[in-house]
């Protein structure tokens, strides 16, 4: 074998370990992205909970106001409380 024969197997040795190298980084970058967007879809999903709950929080406190202000209705109290008992 001359030089230039064992420079080209050395240069395609070389490519070929590159090549292996780009595709091992290829996927972990695809795995990376994939985890990624599973935390996405979670994140989403909270997102979304967070946002029902306080839509839900916001119409029970806006009752709650509507009914101390505009109706003049207050908490229940112990000391206000008739109990009824049933007759036999």
Request: proline share 1%; with cysteine; charged share 30%.
């Amino acid at each position: 074998m001359n030089r230039a024969t064992l420079t080209l197997l050395a240069l395609l040795l070389v490519c070929a370990l590159s090549l292996v190298a780009a595709q091992q980084r290829a996927r972990k970058l695809f795995i990376a992205q994939e985890r990624a967007q599973i935390e996405e879809r979670k994140l989403n999903q909270e997102w979304l909970r967070l946002e029902y709950e306080q839509r839900n929080l916001s119409k029970s406190a806006r009752i709650r106001d509507i009914a101390r202000n505009q109706l003049h209705m207050s908490l229940i109290s112990p000391e206000r409380t008739i109990y009824l008992k049933e007759a036999k």
